[in-house]
Antibody
Framework: QVQLVQSGAEVKKPGASVKVSCKASGYTFTGYYMHWVRQAPGQGLEWMGR????????NYAQKFQGRVTMTRDTSISTAYMELSRLRSDDTAVYYC?????????????????WGQGTLVTVSS | EIVLTQSPGTLSLSPGERATLSCRAS???????LAWYQQKPGQAPRLLIYGASSRATGIPDRFSGSGSGTDFTLTISRLEPEDFAVYYCQQYGSSLTFGQGTKLEIK
């Protein structure tokens, strides 16, 4: 079955960077866009951007431009999200989520399935 | 940016009752670009409805979506115990945004 497994929780100091991984299985990794969504404690959902695992092409939400970098390693079917210059308000659970539609058709921007989430805590 | 406003913030109902959740957009959204997710405590969200009215794989038919323009609705025809959760709407137009969520709690 399609599964996304993320790396473990991280604690970082303000100004540092964090890199979260998302390992895909059960489907052709390069066939579907991967998105990243975050959720601050007790808050709603916020889309950060997406990566085309086939080409490596990315689209980032304007809010995160210049601070986020999404990459992938097709040899191990893994996507990465790196967020730099961390602030306390970046404390959140970070999710990877696969796009519902195949890349060869078009991104749907519907997310299914999701990874289990990675808690990133930013604290001095 | 399109703002999605969900109402009510909290909905208290009993198992077996019908739930109606609303999602209102600050400007018109193509029906093709509206989705609903369910999130239970400590879990990732799960896609329920996409394209305003299409059920995702494995979603029971008691879940249905409707609406167009700026007003969209998620209906759960007869609540099961496992349906009590937080529900989010999401749109993709010129940007991608989520509503703030509706908490469906047991009365």
């Amino acid at each position: 079955q399609v599964q996304l497994v993320q790396s473990g929780a991280e604690v970082k100091k303000p100004g540092a960077s964090v890199k979260v991984s998302c390992k895909a299985s059960g489907y052709t990794f390069t066939g579907y866009y991967m998105h990243w969504v975050r959720q601050a404690p007790g808050q709603g959902l916020e889309w950060m951007g997406r990566i085309n695992p086939n080409s490596g092409g990315t689209n980032y939400a304007q809010k995160f431009q210049g601070r986020v970098t999404m990459t992938r390693d097709t040899s191990i079917s893994t996507a990465y999200m790196e967020l730099s210059r961390l602030r306390s308000d970046d404390t959140a659970v970070y999710y990877c989520a696969r796009d519902l539609g195949p890349v060869v058709v078009a991104a749907t921007f519907w997310f299914d399935p999701w990874g289990q989430g990675t808690l990133v805590t930013v604290s001095s | 940016e399109i703002v999605l406003t969900q109402s009510p913030g909290t909905l208290s109902l009993s198992p077996g009752e019908r739930a109606t959740l609303s999602c209102r957009a600050s400007q018109s959204v193509s029906s093709s670009y509206l989705a609903w997710y369910q999130q239970k405590p400590g879990q990732a969200p799960r896609l329920l409805i996409y394209g305003a009215s299409s059920r995702a794989t494995g979603i029971p038919d008691r879940f249905s979506g409707s609406g167009s323009g700026t007003d969209f609705t998620l209906t759960i025809s007869r609540l099961e115990p496992e349906d009590f959760a937080v529900y989010y709407c999401q749109q993709y137009g010129s940007s991608l945004t989520f509503g703030q969520g509706t908490k469906l709690e047991i009365k």
